[in-house]
Each structure stands twice: as structure tokens, then as C-alpha cells.
């Protein structure tokens, strides 16, 4: 329940922040992946765009914004780090310093991401927005509240599994469209695909969308 609460808090203060906003912060960089075959991406508020590419190394573009803007907003912003590090197979990207849910209104990520296609992906967002396209390896998305746009190379993919606790879902694969929606949303699963790998989506209120095509 307690961490029932801290979500919803954090979603509210999302949907009903102000419209004038300031970046703070900028990180601009490329990282390489070294030996790593996984990329984890975890933030905690916010909106992450991410596309996978040709290219060797992660290619970083993150913004820390604040939303009505405040000295406390402002300051919180400073104070953040954006941190990588490889441990065994994974390379990891996240946030480091941020303050707890609710703490400070309107502080949030803003990032645009480029990715090794082929690499395995897991993606992290607490509250907000996730847009995910074009990589081809194992994919895991897993978002507390918000929305998840999700669009891939079928050929890439053999199975799927699409599950929001409350709100809809849907996902376009072999020339069909599955749906589900509600208070309490059946799971999607498809395992009819060509490729080899897998999407796995999870968000515990809002929306799913998984096409492949």
C-alpha cells in the first residue's frame, strides 16, 4: 500500500504540473557498451524516448526539467547526477540523488536515447511517458504509471507479453490486433512470431502499445 501510495502521489503531481518549464540540467554524451549485451535504463519520472541504432555506443541526451518552476525545484535539479556503469553483462544508465516521490513538484527526466539494436534492453520509468522503437533484441519495459508506446521489426520478435493492471493495452503482431482493458486488465500473449526474441511490458495504471511490424 505504501508504495501504492508513493505512485499515485508522483502521477498526480505529473498530470497537474504547470505548462512553463525550464531545463536545469543537461548530460550529452556517448558511452560505450564495452562487452555488455544488456542495456538497463531506470528513471524515475518523466518522459524516455528511446531508438534503437547502427551505431556501438549509447548515445545519451538527457534533460532535467522543472515544471513550475521553484527555487526548490531548481536546486533539487542541481543536485542530481546522471551515472553509468557496466556490472557483469549489463550496462546500466539511471539517475543517481533523486528525491523521493513528492518531495519536489515539477522535477522531472527528459531523455532521448539511441541504443545498439541488437542489444537486450530493460527500461525503467516510475511515472511518465516510455516511446521504444526500432530495437531488435530482448525487450522488458516496466512503468508504475503512465503510458508505453512500443513499436518493432516484427521479424525480430517470437513473443510477446503485454500487462497493465488497470487501464488498456493492445498489441498489433501477425496481421491481428489484441486488446484488453479495465479494472482489471487480462494479460496479452502471443508467441507466434519468426524471430528470436521477446517484449515483455508491464505498467501498473495507464496504457500499452506494442505494434510489430
Avoid at 543517481?96 to 520509468?125: N, S, Y
Wanted: hydrophobic share 40%.
Amino acid at each position: 500500500m505504501k508504495k501504492t501510495a508513493l505512485i499515485l502521489t508522483a502521477a498526480l503531481l505529473w498530470a497537474t504540473a504547470a505548462s512553463a518549464e525550464e531545463v536545469v540540467r543537461s548530460f550529452r554524451q556517448q558511452v560505450p557498451v564495452g562487452t555488455a549485451d544488456k542495456i538497463h535504463l531506470d528513471f524515475p519520472v518523466g518522459e524516455l524516448q528511446v531508438d534503437g541504432w547502427e551505431g556501438s555506443k549509447l548515445d545519451l541526451d538527457v534533460k532535467i526539467v522543472c515544471q513550475d518552476v521553484s527555487s526548490r525545484c531548481e536546486e533539487a535539479a542541481r543536485e542530481l547526477r546522471l551515472v553509468y556503469n557496466a556490472s557483469g553483462d549489463t550496462m546500466e544508465v539511471r539517475v543517481k540523488d533523486w528525491p523521493r516521490f513528492g518531495a519536489v513538484k515539477g522535477l522531472h527526466v527528459r531523455g532521448a536515447i539511441h541504443v545498439p539494436r541488437q542489444l537486450a534492453l530493460r527500461a525503467e520509468l516510475g511515472v511518465g511517458e516510455v516511446h521504444i522503437q526500432g530495437t531488435a533484441g530482448d525487450l522488458t519495459v516496466d512503468l508504475g504509471v503512465g503510458e508505453v508506446h512500443v513499436t518493432l521489426p516484427k521479424e525480430a520478435f517470437r513473443t510477446a507479453r503485454i500487462d497493465t493492471g488497470i487501464g488498456e493495452a493492445s498489441l498489433v503482431a501477425g496481421g491481428r490486433r489484441y486488446s484488453s482493458g479495465g479494472l482489471i486488465t487480462p494479460t496479452i500473449h502471443w508467441d507466434k512470431g519468426a524471430g528470436r526474441s521477446g517484449v515483455q511490458v508491464d505498467c501498473g495504471v495507464g496504457e500499452i502499445h506494442v505494434t510489430l511490424e
